[in-house]
């Protein structure tokens, strides 16, 4: 992409999560105490396996607590080492319900639940990886989102950022890709509304209608699939024509109070997933991204879903129970339930594994402690997408990065396009692509489909 989007910005800075944390969930009043909780002796151990994204590993230094389910903590996990013996803790909950795990170093794991209390289960391991990911995904895949998984999604060889707001532009870089990559490509579509990004959501008006249409015409006719950006969760209050709506949807809290999405974009504010309002305008938004024809695009992205924590909703005009947190977890998977199409997602919260296609997991692929858990547990199941490129990258950087994406179970030959350039300009300077390369034609079958 020319520039790193503000929210992802944010993100890596962690100021979004960081609000998001003590903003709402993390801000108990007396009702919004958990139903129970749980005490590991951890005291022995001093590293820690955590389902942050791909995997972290890492030494425990200071307190830290993550909500699941999350990016932050997407599988109901943790397992501790040390340099001879280590434990793996599970949670055991098959409905996947919200809990917060507090590690305090050299003391104890604490869990507490907010919806039904597990049966948490303690077990001797190896401290290694790949004995602690044995272990979970025998649990894992017994589990409904492993079980009730039906869906059958081509293998993408290649994401391609379609980052400019000129279709023109897009087609024209399409073609070089078509002209270098093998195998079937998936395009992201993130500048195609006639608003800037993360401004008047969810106002998804295309800004070039009928050359858009066109577009998503080529773009199956050569075998693509599209993904466009839709955002799963916020609601612009300068969307003048959405107020009346948006106050209707809108989380709240205790004191019936709206939830900005950070201090800087306090603009966006949090939309309940739960309310059958806000699912008919993501479901409409969705359904409205069709072909010259008039068919459904092949596929859809949608932002936040599967990473966002759950937040506790306390309004009363929803058809949940105010502040009964599977509300959040439910709303989600009932959204998800009514899009058509192949689903990329933002995030890669395990309870919903069943509902989409392919998970992006790029927000900390920069960071030393990431590790392949996700890749050990569930490679078997979704492909991930998504790994960062550092700034201005040069080839010895590209081709460590691109080891990097391998080892951590990313087999798509475009995983890092998660990047401060134009994906065209990676082209131009040669790190994608490959004009000697023998082109292998594929034929996938694109049609829309659960």
Known sequence: MKNIDRRTFMQMLGITSTFALFSQPF??????????????????????????????????????????????????????????????????????????????????????????????????????????????????????????????????????????????????????????????????????????FDRKYPDYTPKEPVQLAKFFSYIAGHGGLAF??????????ELKNFQSIGEHIAVRTERQQTIAYNRKLDFLNYACPYTPLWQDKIVNARNSLKDI??????????????????????????????????????????????????????????????????????????????VNLWDLVYGDYVQALGWRLPKGVGRLQFEDTLRQSRAAGLKSYASPWMVSEPESTLFKRLLIGNSNKTKTKTSVDTRVKK
């Open 27 to 196: 801000a108990f009043g007396k009702k919004n105490q958990p139903k129970s909780s749980r005490k590991i002796d951890i005291s022995q151990f001093d590293k820690v396996l955590l389902p942050r994204e791909h995997g972290q590993l890492t030494t425990m230094v200071k307190p830290l607590t993550r909500r699941y389910p999350s990016r932050e903590h997407c599988m109901q996990m943790a397992a501790f080492f040390n340099e001879k013996k280590g434990v793996l803790i599970i949670a055991n909950d098959p409905e996947g319900g919200t809990a917060d795990w507090h590690i305090q170093p050299n003391s104890t794991l604490s869990i507490k639940f907010y919806e039904t209390e597990p049966d948490v289960q303690v077990i001797d391991i190896e401290p290694t990886i790949e004995a602690a990911a044995e272990a979970y995904k025998e649990w894992a895949v017994k589990q409904f989102w492993i079980q009730g998984r039906k869906r059958a999604a081509p293998k993408l060889n290649f994401v391609s950022v379609a980052s400019s707001s000129s279709v023109a532009a897009e087609k024209k870089h399409l073609n070089q890709v078509l002209e270098t990559v093998d195998g079937t490509i998936g395009i992201w579509l993130t500048q195609w509304r006639s608003n800037p």
């Open 228 to 237: 466009s950006y839709l955002n799963g969760l916020l609601w612009d209050r």
């Open 293 to 370: 024809n008039g068919q459904l695009t092949g596929g859809v992205y949608l932002d936040m879903l599967a990473a966002v924590a759950p937040m506790a909703c306390w309004a009363a005009d929803h058809g949940h129970v105010p502040g009964d947190y599977s509300a959040w977890r439910l709303g989600v998977r009932e959204l998800l339930k009514k899009i058509d199409g192949f689903i990329m997602i933002e995030g890669c919260a395990e309870v919903y594994m069943d509902l989409f296609d392919y998970p992006l997991m790029h927000l900390y692929t920069d960071k030393v402690d990431t």
